[in-house]
C-alpha cells in the first residue's frame, strides 16, 4: 500500500526567499510520486513527476523535486518565491501496477509575503 | 488549453433538487475519476471508472451516482441534494498506465445546497 505525509499544512515566505514544502511517502514496491498545484478555484495541475529516472526531476514554474529513496522524501523546491506561486499543492503517490491509482496527500497552502 | 471539461463551473441549488454535474475528456482516456474536495483542501475519491459500464465507489462514501456509457463522459448525479452536499466536486481521467503520466484534472465544479 501507498501514502504520502505532508508536513506542515500552511507554510509562509517572502517573495524572494526559498521554497520547501515537504513530502514523504510509504510504499512497499518503487514508486511514482508526482506533485500538483491548485489556484484557486481551479482544479488540479501537475507540476513535476518522478517516474524511476532522474532523481532531480524539474518542474513547471521554476519548481523541482529531488527523490530520496534514503529518507523516502520527495520534498518540492523552488530558489525564490513569486507572489504568483500562492497557491495549494498536492504531493502524491502510485505503485507501478496499471491497477494502481494515485493517493494524494492532504495538501500545503503556500503563502507569499510582500 | 483543458482537456476534460466540468459543467457547470457553480452551482446554488435548493435542498431536494435533483442534480447531474457534467465531465468530459477528449483524451480518449480509459479511466476516469471524482473527487469531493472540502475547505480543508484533502480530496477525498468517492467514484472511479476504467471503462464503460465499468464503475466502483471510491474511499469517501457518497450519496451521488455515476454512470460511464461512453468512454469520453463520466456524469455524477445526486439524486436529492442536501447542504452536507455542498463541496468542490473534481473530475479526473488518466491512460491505463496512470503511475506513469498522473491525472489530468477539470477545473471543477463548486455546489453549494441551500
Known amino acids: 500500500a501507498q501514502s504520502v505525509t505532508q508536513l506542515g499544512s500552511h507554510v509562509s515566505v517572502s517573495e524572494g526567499a526559498l521554497v520547501l514544502l515537504r513530502c514523504n511517502y510509504s510504499s512497499s514496491v518503487p514508486p511514482y510520486l508526482f506533485w500538483y498545484v491548485q489556484y484557486p478555484n481551479q482544479g488540479l495541475q501537475l507540476l513535476l513527476k518522478?517516474?524511476?529516472?532522474?532523481?532531480l526531476v524539474k518542474g513547471i514554474n521554476g519548481f523541482e523535486a529531488e527523490f530520496k529513496k534514503s529518507e523516502t522524501s520527495f520534498h518540492l523546491t523552488k530558489p525564490s518565491a513569486h507572489m504568483s506561486d500562492a497557491a495549494e499543492y498536492f504531493c502524491a503517490v502510485s505503485a507501478s501496477s496499471s491497477a494502481s491509482k494515485i493517493i494524494f496527500g492532504s495538501g500545503t497552502r503556500l503563502s507569499i509575503r510582500p | 488549453e483543458a482537456d476534460i471539461y466540468q459543467t457547470p463551473r457553480y452551482l446554488v441549488i435548493g435542498t431536494g433538487k435533483k442534480i447531474t454535474l457534467e465531465c468530459s475528456q477528449t483524451?480518449?482516456?480509459?479511466?476516469m475519476y471524482w473527487y469531493q474536495q472540502d475547505p480543508g483542501m484533502e480530496l477525498h475519491l468517492i467514484h472511479y471508472s476504467y471503462g464503460v459500464n465499468s464503475t466502483e465507489k471510491g474511499d469517501l462514501s457518497s450519496e451521488s451516482t455515476v454512470s460511464r456509457i461512453r468512454t469520453e463522459h463520466f456524469p455524477l448525479t445526486l439524486e436529492s441534494a442536501r447542504p452536507s452536499h455542498t463541496s468542490q466536486y473534481l473530475c479526473a481521467s488518466s491512460e491505463a498506465r496512470a503511475q506513469n503520466y498522473g491525472y489530468t484534472f477539470g477545473s471543477g465544479t463548486r455546489l453549494t445546497v441551500v
Open positions: 483524451m480518449g482516456h480509459d479511466k
Open positions: 518522478y517516474t524511476s529516472a532522474a532523481t
